[in-house]
């Protein structure tokens, strides 16, 4: 192996674990949201149960709305059947919202897969930052990351769509010319090796204001 090839090596290594490190903190911050909301759940009620017993209904409806749109920023909302894929997945689209991208997701994965989780981590991690650096570029109101994940017979299938700023992006090689800088190219890289590696296939197409990302990984 040749020098650079091993600089290049240990690069992306460096870059993979310093991802696989930033995805825990993200999804270590979300459950501590959840057990902090949890931890006052006991408060909430107290406090409902004096409006009710004053008869202040417009304080209790008051209450519930601050109560329910608080829980929506730290609720799981996606639940696949697989533990790392949910928390990977709950944690990315929270980061999302939080920059005024609406995201479809539909995933269902069943608990047991050939895949490791640091595998499926490092690719679902790099798809979502990729489609929420491209998101916020765009206006609010066409922020969409489109998510799909299931079963095609014995294989892992995942999809991402998210809206570009119309333009087709040019091919260079494999890959799509990036405009996000080195990290990106690398994270696009990682995720080629480990479908490679897994004996997969990656499709990315390019069309006049839509960019998505195919995945196929076989189970068996």
Not at 3 to 18: G, W
Not at 120 to 143: H, K, T, Y
Not at 147 to 171: E, P
Request: aromatic residues 8%; contains cysteine.
């Amino acid at each position: 192996m040749g020098l650079f090839s091993k600089k290049i090596e240990e690069h992306i290594a460096s870059y993979q674990q310093e991802l696989i490190e930033t995805h825990y903190r993200e999804v270590d911050t979300m459950y501590r949201q959840i057990r902090g909301w949890r931890h006052d759940y006991r408060n909430h009620i107290q406090t409902m149960k004096a409006y009710a017993a004053a008869e202040d209904w417009d304080a209790v409806r008051r209450y519930l709305d601050l109560l329910d749109e608080d829980l929506t920023t730290v609720d799981t909302v996606i639940k696949t059947g697989n533990p790392m894929t949910d928390a990977i997945l709950n944690s990315k689209i929270s980061l999302a919202r939080e920059r005024g991208i609406h995201v479809v997701a539909d995933a269902h994965i069943p608990v047991k897969l050939k895949s490791s989780e640091i595998d499926l981590c490092c690719i679902i991690g790099n798809l979502f930052d990729n489609a929420i650096e491209a998101s916020v570029r765009l206006p609010e109101e066409q922020r969409i990351i489109r998510v799909y994940m299931d079963m095609k017979n014995t294989q892992l299938y995942i999809s991402f769509t998210n809206f570009t700023a119309g333009k087709k992006m040019k091919k260079e090689g494999k890959l799509f010319r990036s405009t996000k800088g080195e990290g990106h190219g690398f994270g696009l890289i990682r995720i080629d090796a480990i479908v490679e590696r897994l004996d997969g296939y990656i499709s990315r197409n390019s069309e006049d204001g839509a960019f998505t990302t195919e995945i196929l990984l076989p189970q068996i």
